[in-house]
């Protein structure tokens, strides 16, 4: 679980997180949405500790990050898995060479030991036969699944997701979200994923926070928002037609 | 204000270089993947110019001592000096500066711009050692490579004396081994030192805090040479007050 109290960042005079308060559950999907520009990234990196908020605390089961000592961040880093919008794979490297990279740094296992785990999460993300093969040479869909391998090899505690399946078709994308959502109940991880799709609010959303210029406008479940009539959060969810009458059909049923 | 900041973050980024070192049997493989990269990679060019720059220098040489009274083992000497003390090590390091500064820089930068280095920062990795690092290291091998320059420049200067009909063979060598002084290597190989920790990190520090897209990190590639090119010829004059002055 991680709890957010009142956190507050600025960049010069730009101010761009003002008093967040929040909880992730763990073994939850939470989503964090909002336009550009509403803090969302910024929010995302003060919660994986590359950047550190002028105000307030953040709390990882129980411990302050602020209150850490460099050895015990580098420790908390190391229970965290990241998927970046762009996967991140390193390019000089396999797909088997990037899924053990942090095994590589941070355990003392053996490599029959490593093969092993790295072996079991491509398995575990659909990717049998790609372990020699380079980033450059697989699809988006399946270097996202690389990323998430990637990001729970290590039995991450916390998985982080950076617009996890912007650039890819509608059909990998609900793949992905599926995938992500199925791993962070397997592993019981506090999951949070930053996401622009409104099929993965619908889909996947257990736990949505809507920032807007830098402050928590809402926050609820993806039922929640069905039924909520705060203007901001209906404005920017329920902009398309589609998903106005996806709203509608939904109220309707439950009257 | 800025050149002052950029000086204060560059020496802050080689302390970080420093700090908290990524595991041996990995940097191991590094360093041996970016010897092959830098050096080994680039030892075709060095040969390359060094050779024609020797035979240049002693065409030039022999064509200005026109004297009858000026001996021709003077083409050997000066062409031994001019590749020791200039040609092998300022010479080769810019050309080192253009081709593997913009290596370095362009790399660093596309992992910059794709964030892998962001990637690397989140599981917990020095990126700065572990990018950096081995590149200083692989560097070190660079006198090697100046070595071979020094060599192959004043063989190719033979070869354009003793073929070009500039000096007989044995005048040129004879002339190689006038006023020998070692301390011209000594002073030839710790410039190169100098250099090579120039080369690997100048341009890392550009392609490490560069800032955008596709384009900016070819602007980086080019003002990292720039800049090498800059801060090398710099060095070069002071080290040379400092030593032979």
């Keep these: 679980m991680i709890e957010v109290d009142n956190i507050h960042k600025s960049f010069g005079d730009n101010h761009v997180l003002k008093g967040i308060s929040t909880r992730f559950e763990q073994g939850k999907t939470n989503l964090i949405i909002g336009q550009s520009g509403s803090g969302k990234t910024v929010f995302l990196k003060c919660l994986l500790g590359l950047f550190e908020p002028e105000e307030g605390k953040i709390c990882y089961n129980g411990r302050v990050y602020s209150d850490l000592t460099m050895n015990e961040k580098r420790d908390l880093r190391q229970e965290m898995g990241m998927v970046f919008q762009g996967s991140a794979l390193f390019d000089s490297m396999t797909v088997e060479g990037n899924v053990m990279f942090p095994l590589e740094m941070f355990t003392k296992q053996s490599k029959a030991e490593m093969q092993e785990r790295v072996d079991f999460v491509l398995k575990r993300v659909n990717l049998i036969d790609a372990h020699t093969r380079y980033p450059s040479e697989i699809s988006g869909g399946m270097q996202k699944r690389v990323a998430i391998a990637r990001a729970i090899v290590m039995n991450p505690k916390y998985l982080f997701c950076d617009e996890p399946n912007s650039g890819l078709d509608p059909k990998t994308a609900i793949l992905i979200d599926n995938l992500i959502q199925e791993i962070t109940q397997e592993y019981n991880i506090t999951t949070i994923i930053n996401t622009h799709d409104m099929n993965s609010v619908m889909e996947i959303g257990e736990k949505i926070l809507f920032l807007k210029d830098g402050y928590k406008e809402w926050e609820g479940t993806n039922k929640e928002i069905f039924k909520t009539d705060n203007k901001a959060v209906t404005d920017f969810v329920y902009s398309s037609e589609l998903f106005k009458k996806v709203r509608q059909m939904y109220l309707e049923e439950r009257n | ?245």
């Design chain 2, 1 to 245: 204000m800025n050149y002052l900041e950029a000086i204060g973050k560059y020496f802050i980024m080689i302390r970080e270089v420093f700090k908290k070192p990524t595991k041996w049997p990995i940097m191991r493989t590094l360093i041996l993947k970016e010897i092959d990269e830098l050096i080994y990679g680039s030892m075709g060019i060095i040969i390359f110019i060094s050779f024609f720059i020797g035979g240049v220098v002693t065409i030039q040489t022999a064509l200005n001592l026109n004297s009858p009274f000026l001996p021709k083992s003077l083409i050997g000497f000066a062409t031994r000096q001019s590749v020791i003390l200039e040609f092998a090590p300022t010479f080769t390091s810019i050309i080192m500066a253009g081709k593997v500064g913009s290596y370095i820089t362009s790399s660093i930068g596309t992992m910059r711009v794709t964030e892998q280095i962001d990637a690397l920062d989140v599981m917990g990795v020095n990126s700065l050692n572990y990018l950096v690092f081995p590149k200083i290291i692989a560097m070190l091998m660079y006198p090697f490579a100046v070595a071979i320059s020094m060599f192959v420049g004043i063989l190719g200067g033979w070869v354009a004396a003793v073929f070009g009909g500039y000096a007989p063979s044995g005048e040129f060598i004879k002339g190689l081994q006038l006023d020998f002084d070692s301390f011209h290597v000594t002073y030839a190989f710790i410039k190169t030192i100098v250099f090579s920790f120039v080369i690997a990190t100048l341009p890392s520090y550009h392609g490490f805090y560069m800032k955008g897209g596709a384009l900016e990190v070819g602007k980086a590639s080019t003002t990292s040479f720039v800049w090498t090119s800059v801060v090398i010829i710099i060095l070069n004059y002071v080290l040379t007050q400092l030593l032979l002055g």
